[in-house]
């Protein structure tokens, strides 16, 4: 019990704030630089899920390896490997539950009472429009298909559907449409069938979305969501493109429409960020039981922080008194 008591002493601080600064540290530069200030335009997926994969090694090599030799195990690679694995996967589960939470708590909701206001207000993340119309005779769409799983053993198709948004019934389209109201369906089936029974699949799938689209109440929505930077923004430009005929930059809007309220738009987010910590943090208490404790390598890893004095010789010069005027030198 005394050598696990200091094995925690030793590494227990620095993996709470090594967690806990990572994950402010990500979030403020995101808020700052992406959310504040636009200098930093990465896609969603980036900010949610590779960053959280990649960002925990920094702190876990720099900080967190050297208090892990302490820790004696039979295998040495593979035990010190699996508590820095436990490390990893605390942050990471941390870090992209955070920063799903940032990207929409930091969203404010702009009322306007026609999409053409939308101009005038500062850039949000959702919309809530008093007045608007949809334009479904001018509709596009556009099919994303891939592979995925282990062994590529599904394989999904996800349709976007986008429709110009107008100030009201009366409005006519007269030139390229900037607003758009974008929709995404998507289903996954398997990627063993034929080319045929896929094909088959595919449009039973894209007729049910278009009734689905027909019968869509979009006078019960609460608000519109703005399309980020994402995958699904390029696909929704693409539809726009697959109904203009010309290339749909950045300058073309899309908005999602959203049924729940703006207040839900966090969903669990915030509290899964705690779970994930906790999880953790209970594997981390538990994986510290059965390896040994080195004392020694605790006060190597001591004296390597102490700082090192540079021991300075230092040479003065005194000049030789100068010579008497009248003396003589010998």
Same mark, same amino acid.
């Given at each position: 019990?005394?050598? /696990?008591?200091?094995?925690?002493?030793?590494?227990?601080?620095? @993996?709470?704030?090594?967690?806990?600064?990572?994950?402010?540290?990500?979030?403020?530069?995101?808020?700052?630089?992406?959310?504040?200030?636009?200098?930093?335009?990465?896609?969603?997926?980036?900010?949610?899920?590779?960053?959280?994969?990649?960002?925990?090694?920094?702190?876990?090599?720099?900080?967190?390896?050297?208090?892990?030799?302490?820790?004696?195990?039979?295998?040495?690679?593979?035990?010190?490997?699996?508590?820095?694995?436990?490390?990893?996967?605390?942050?990471?589960?941390?870090?992209?539950?955070?920063?799903?939470?940032?990207?929409?708590?930091?969203?404010?909701?702009?009322?306007?009472?026609?999409?053409?206001?939308?101009?005038?207000?500062?850039?949000?993340?959702? /919309?809530?429009?008093?007045?608007?119309?949809?334009?479904?005779?001018?509709?596009?769409?556009?099919?994303?298909?891939?592979?995925?799983?282990?062994?590529?053993?599904?394989?999904?198709?996800?349709?976007?559907?986008?429709?110009?948004?107008?100030?009201?019934?009366?409005?006519?389209?007269?030139?390229?449409?900037?607003?758009?109201?974008?929709?995404?369906?998507?289903?996954?089936?398997?990627?063993?069938?034929?080319?045929?029974?896929?094909?088959?699949?595919?449009?039973?799938?894209?007729?049910?979305?278009?009734?689905?689209?027909?019968?869509?109440?979009?006078?019960?929505?609460?608000?519109?969501?703005?399309?980020?930077?994402?995958?699904?923004?390029?696909? /929704?430009? #693409?539809?726009?493109?697959?109904?203009?005929?010309?290339?749909?930059?950045?300058? @073309?809007?899309?908005?999602?429409?959203?049924?729940?309220?703006?207040?839900?738009?966090?969903?669990?987010?915030?509290?899964?960020?705690?779970?994930?910590?906790?999880?953790?943090?209970?594997?981390?208490?538990?994986?510290?039981?059965?390896?040994?404790?080195?004392?020694?390598?605790?006060?190597? @890893?001591?004296?390597? #922080?102490?700082?090192?004095?540079?021991?300075?010789?230092?040479?003065?010069?005194?000049?030789?008194?100068?010579? #008497?005027?009248?003396?003589?030198?010998?």
């Amino acid at each position: 019990m005394e050598t /696990y008591i200091a094995k925690l002493k030793h590494i227990l601080p620095t @993996f709470i704030t090594v967690t806990f600064g990572t994950v402010f540290g990500l979030g403020f530069i995101r808020w700052l630089f992406s959310l504040k200030l636009s200098i930093i335009d990465f896609n969603e997926e980036v900010w949610i899920f590779w960053l959280p994969l990649i960002i925990p090694w920094i702190p876990i090599i720099r900080w967190l390896r050297p208090r892990f030799r302490i820790l004696i195990f039979k295998d040495k690679n593979n035990g010190r490997s699996s508590v820095q694995i436990i490390a990893w996967f605390t942050i990471a589960a941390m870090l992209s539950f955070s920063q799903a939470y940032l990207a929409t708590a930091t969203g404010k909701l702009q009322k306007l009472s026609t999409i053409k206001d939308i101009a005038k207000v500062e850039k949000s993340r959702y /919309y809530e429009l008093t007045n608007f119309s949809l334009a479904n005779y001018y509709a596009g769409t556009y099919t994303d298909f891939r592979k995925s799983g282990k062994y590529n053993q599904y394989f999904n198709f996800e349709i976007f559907f986008v429709t110009p948004i107008l100030k009201d019934t009366a409005e006519r389209i007269n030139d390229i449409p900037k607003y758009w109201c974008g929709v995404k369906f998507k289903e996954q089936i398997s990627n063993k069938i034929s080319s045929d029974e896929k094909k088959k699949k595919y449009q039973v799938f894209y007729a049910e979305c278009i009734e689905k689209m027909n019968k869509y109440e979009f006078s019960s929505l609460d608000h519109f969501e703005r399309s980020p930077t994402s995958d699904d923004q390029q696909n /929704y430009l #693409k539809a726009i493109e697959a109904r203009t005929k010309l290339k749909a930059d950045n300058s @073309f809007i899309v908005l999602e429409p959203i049924i729940e309220k703006y207040e839900d738009r966090n969903g669990n987010n915030l509290t899964w960020v705690f779970r994930s910590f906790g999880i953790g943090l209970s594997f981390l208490l538990f994986a510290l039981i059965s390896p040994g404790y080195s004392e020694t390598e605790r006060r190597r @890893f001591l004296s390597d #922080k102490k700082p090192k004095q540079d021991y300075l010789v230092n040479i003065v010069y005194v000049p030789k008194a100068a010579p #008497k005027k009248g003396s003589v030198k010998k």
